[in-house]
């Protein structure tokens, strides 16, 4: 069974960089086509992409905020781990992380699904 | 970067209606576009990938069509459970959403 949980701070303050961990269990990282996305939500909006990384560690980035995240994944610790810097209250989302299939085929999809952490930006 | 319109943003239907919701792409994508539901308060859950293939476990009455730039997302027959936000996701450059549909039930 895939499983994937997300967690991190709850508050951060303006200007802050934000640290968040996907823990997930019943696939590994190290297996070829392999990749975990990130995406958030704030509240009452649309879901936005922000970030994935594949088994061969591969990044990609949104355009929009490429210049403030990072991505990276211990594989022994079956952990991705997000960064996002300069944090601002428009930031304030619940944030996932995904396992994401079919990156090999250059046909990604995101078919497991963490169950969220909120996350508010506020002084 | 690819931009997805949805339409339209929100619709009522009573239980057993046929649902229909149009996802359009800025340029032209194939048939890169999956589509996710999300029901409140929950995570999103994987329904079509590559436009029209129904993931595993996914009730029939969920369909999908479409490439190029115009996508179609169908309940056939809408039921109590189907109350959810929908949206639209396409992977031909790095990914984006479409900004969802609410279907509520009347």
């Known amino acids: 069974q895939v499983t994937l949980r997300e967690s991190g701070p709850a508050l951060v303050k303006p200007t802050q960089t934000l640290t968040l961990t996907c823990t997930f269990s019943g696939f590994s990282l190290s297996s070829r086509g392999m990749s975990v996305s990130w995406i958030r939500q704030p509240p009452g909006k649309a879901l936005e992409w922000l970030a994935r990384i594949d088994w061969n560690d591969d990044k990609y980035y949104t355009t929009s905020l490429r210049t403030r995240l990072t991505i990276s994944k211990d594989t022994s610790k079956n952990q991705v781990v997000l960064t996002m810097t300069n944090m601002d209250p428009v930031d304030t989302a619940t944030y996932y992380c995904?396992?994401?299939?079919?990156?090999?085929?250059?046909?990604?999809?995101?078919?497991?699904w963490g169950q969220g952490t909120t996350v508010t930006v506020s002084s | 970067d690819i931009q997805m319109t949805q339409s339209p943003s929100s619709l009522s239907a009573s239980v057993g209606d046929r649902v229909t919701i149009t996802c359009q792409a800025s340029q032209d994508i194939s048939n890169y576009l999956n589509w996710y539901q999300q029901k409140p308060g929950k995570a999103p859950k994987l329904l079509i990938y590559?436009?029209?293939n129904l993931e595993t476990g996914v009730p029939s009455r969920f369909s999908g069509s479409g490439s190029g730039t115009v996508f179609t997302f169908t309940i056939s027959s809408l039921q109590p459970e189907d109350l959810a936000t929908y949206y639209c996701q396409q992977y031909d450059n790095l990914l984006s959403f479409g900004g969802g549909t609410k279907v509520e039930i009347k």
């Open positions: 590559d436009a029209s």
């Open positions: 995904a396992r994401v299939l079919g990156v090999r085929e250059l046909r990604p999809r995101m078919d497991v």
